[in-house]
Structure formats: C-alpha cells, structure tokens
C-alpha cells in the first residue's frame, strides 16, 4: 500500500488546521513516547518502554510497506498518532472477512492541554482523519479493533459512525522485529457511504 508523502489538510471551521504528515521515528518520538507512556494509553501496549525503543518500533514501521504511522496536528501542535495498515497483512485479517478497499486504523488521541478537555476537540480530529482514509486513500471501509476493555475508544469509534462487529482474539505474533501479545478486541467497521451519504 503507498500512501501519500505530502502532508493531508483541512481546515475546520470553528476547530482550527487539521494537518497529517507521516510520522517521523526520530523527531517525532519525544511528543509520542510521551502520549503512549500515559496510564490513558495503556491499550495502545507501550507503557513501560523507553524512548529509544518507541522510535525503533516506528522506525521498523516506516520501512514497511503494508503499516503507516502518522502525526496529526492541529495549528501546528500534536494532537494525534494515526495508524493505517492493510487488514489482509496484519493478525486482524484471520479474524474477519477482509474485503477489497478495506483498510485498518489505530488512533491514539493527545492529551488534552493546559485548559483541560474542549468540546467537539474529538470528534473534529475523528472526521480528518476518516476523510483522510477514506476519500485521500480511496477506501470503501475502514475498521477498527480496539481492545475489548477500552470502552471510550469504543464509544468514540461508535459516536463516528462505524458499527460495531464481531468481539475476536487478536492471535500472537512473535517474530524477530516484532512482539505483539494476544489481543481480546472489538471490531468496529465504518464505510465510506455512510461516512459521506450520498
């Protein structure tokens, strides 16, 4: 899968630039290491590594072809890290019937900043990024697979419009480059007509 070099912006209205680049291993794995080493981003598997490491992971990202890391910022500050990877080359794809123009998202939001949570702050990023997907990548569905635990990520998918699917066992993976643990997650599926209706 290539996916574009150039950076993805959209201005919304009474929000502010919503910008996604890809991600950066090393310039960016200051802000990251940040997010993933809070309690809040216990499900995203990350809590307890250094900084070096998170940056040896998204560098082993970036010279994948099927898996992408991204930043998004909004006005020029971090806001969030999104994931996009084909579902038929990644665990999720032996628990589900991946269709073509499918496409597999992760999304780990920021923090919220000095002034604490903002109103439609989540819900304007979710739209960027899904427009983003779906229409700057071309995709007729998205899914998503977070842990079974993570009700407010669940809730958020939810809120956006993808539904809610099968409950499955992420299996596995143990291989050189890569350790991920069994996963208990709930899919969630969003498609481009119901995103953009008509």
């Known amino acids: 899968m290539t996916e574009p070099t150039a950076p993805y912006g959209q201005h919304v209205v ?32 990350m809590n307890g590594l250094t900084r ?3 940056a040896e992971i998204y560098a082993h990202m970036a010279g994948l072809d099927t898996h992408h890391a991204h930043l998004v910022t909004k006005d020029g500050v971090p806001a969030a890290l999104l994931q996009t990877y084909e579902p038929a ?11 073509p123009g499918d496409l597999g998202v992760h999304v780990l939001l920021g923090p919220a900043g000095p002034d604490g949570p903002r109103p439609g702050w989540t819900s304007a990023l979710l739209t960027v990024m899904t427009t983003y997907a779906l229409r700057a990548l071309d995709r007729l569905r998205l899914v998503a697979d977070p842990d079974v635990r993570n009700t407010k990520a669940i809730a958020r998918f939810e809120r956006q419009g993808f539904v809610r ?34």
């Open 14 to 45: 009474g929000f502010g630039a919503v910008r996604i680049r890809p991600l950066d291993p090393a310039s960016d794995a200051d802000v990251i290491h940040r997010w993933v080493s809070e309690e809040r981003a216990v499900f995203w598997g």
């Open 165 to 198: 699917g099968p409950a499955v066992v992420l299996p596995e993976v143990d291989l050189a480059d890569v350790y991920l643990p069994e996963k208990h997650a709930q899919l969630a599926f969003l498609d481009r007509e119901v995103a953009f209706p008509g």
């Open 89 to 99: 080359a990644d665990r999720v794809g032996a628990c589900y019937g991946v269709r």
């Open 52 to 54: 070096d490491q998170v």
